[in-house]
């Protein structure tokens, strides 16, 4: 069993960053930073060290969550006051999986030391990044479900300028290639900016952000939420995706220079059937043998090696000397590339894309015990 890391950060109201980390401080607790937060009716945002969700991390939760409600009834006469209908709950999970073979208690000791008080983030003991279409299948997932989720948590979050649905979008998620097109997707929903359901403009810290449950100091539904979230990711990467390679199928543009400049001019000439001779483009464009050869190689610049064909003089039946003439360069129109790492299994073999798939049957009910109570 590979472990991810989670992080999570739980908004509050009604008391000040600095008085929070104070009294946070008071009760021995580490691993957290109390900082500002901007959000509407929001005044301190409680941020976790990274953990891994074994027992020693939920402990770490457990203990957290009880010195945060311990505070609010000291300091507002009741915990509950603590969350209004402006707070949120974000969940930061690792893009990379926790290395093979280390101590999982180690690591959240460790984690919880160098965040201290002030945020130190542990980075140590992680795999590489793993495969994009992880990421894309979980929030393909998530989207398409995206009613059933906003309904297991409450109204107040349901179309929130902060964590903005993504249901509409599931297209665009689906055609995606990379993580920079699923990044624009999620940016472009409503007018939520980066301030989707789930947002990956963490990347580059580390993580994919889930923003979309609603602010809780109870350390069972944070619990929930976090498993529920993680348990897309197992059921992704156990049953729906498989490494390996696969061969992709990809066509050239059709005009990815302009038309009327020699390079354009001359992909023309080279995307069409068979291609041209250095001699035929020669002609057409005016330019010596050698930049011909130039705008060839700048071509392969543009649409990949794989797209470009030399048919030598040799191949043609000629001998040295002839090349000018009988060289012939070819722009395939299709051309195949094999891909390596995470690819979606064939559909027949592929575990159905329900975000229920993987859950036990406790929770299962649990969650639909908190869909009729928030109906």
Request: glycine content about 8%; aromatic content about 8%; proline content about 2%.
């Given at each position: 069993m590979r472990f991810l890391t989670v992080g999570v950060e739980i908004e509050t109201g009604g008391i000040s960053p600095q008085r929070f980390g104070n009294l946070l401080r008071d009760r021995g607790i580490k691993g957290f930073k109390s900082t500002y937060d901007p959000s509407l009716n929001v005044d301190a945002e409680i941020v976790t060290c990274p953990f891994i969700p074994n027992q020693s991390g939920w402990e770490y939760l457990q203990n957290l969550c009880a010195a945060i409600n311990s505070i609010g009834r000291q300091e507002l006469g009741n915990h509950s006051r603590l969350i209004n209908t402006g707070c949120g709950l974000h969940v930061h999970v690792s893009n990379a999986y926790v290395n093979d073979g280390i101590c999982l208690d180690t690591y959240n000791r460790r984690s919880i030391e160098a965040f201290g008080t002030n945020g130190a983030a542990y980075h140590l003991d992680h795999d590489e990044p793993f495969d994009f279409a992880l990421y894309k299948d979980v929030i393909y997932r998530y989207a398409r479900q995206q009613s059933v989720i906003s309904s297991m948590l409450a109204e107040s979050r349901r179309s929130n300028r902060f964590c903005f649905p993504i249901g509409n979008v599931i297209q665009d998620i689906e055609n995606a290639s990379n993580l920079s097109e699923i990044n624009s997707v999620l940016k472009s929903v409503g007018d939520g900016g980066k301030f989707s359901a789930i947002t990956t403009t963490t990347y580059?810290?580390?993580?994919?952000?889930?923003?979309?449950?609603?602010?809780?100091?109870?350390?069972?539904?944070?619990?929930?939420?976090?498993?529920?979230?993680?348990?897309l990711y197992a059921h992704?990467?156990?049953?729906?995706?498989?490494?390996?390679?696969?061969?992709?199928?990809?066509?050239?543009?059709?005009?990815?220079?302009r038309a009327n400049s020699r390079v354009g001019v001359q992909y023309a000439m080279m995307r069409a059937l068979n291609g041209a001779t250095t001699?035929?483009?020669?002609?057409?464009?005016?330019?010596?043998?050698?930049?011909?050869?130039?705008?060839v190689s700048e071509i392969r610049a543009r649409v990949g090696d794989a797209a470009v064909v030399t048919h030598t003089q040799q191949a043609?039946?000629?001998?040295?000397g002839d090349g000018t003439d009988l060289t012939r360069y070819e722009v395939l129109q299709t051309f195949e590339t094999q891909s390596s790492g995470m690819n979606l299994l064939p559909e027949n073999r592929r575990g159905v894309s329900s975000v229920w798939?993987?859950?036990?049957?406790?929770?299962?009910?649990?969650?639909?015990?908190?869909?009729?109570?928030?109906?």
């Open positions: 580059s810290r580390g993580t994919i952000e889930f923003r979309q449950h609603q602010g809780t100091t109870d350390a069972l539904k944070i619990r929930r939420w976090v498993e529920f979230i993680l348990n992704s990467s156990e049953n729906r995706l498989t490494d390996g390679s696969r061969t992709i199928v990809q066509e050239t543009p059709v005009s990815p220079f001699r035929d483009i020669m002609d057409a464009t005016g330019c010596s043998e050698q930049r011909v050869r130039a705008a043609n039946g000629g001998r040295y798939a993987g859950i036990s049957d406790d929770h299962f009910e649990w969650w639909q015990d908190r869909i009729i109570s928030l109906r």
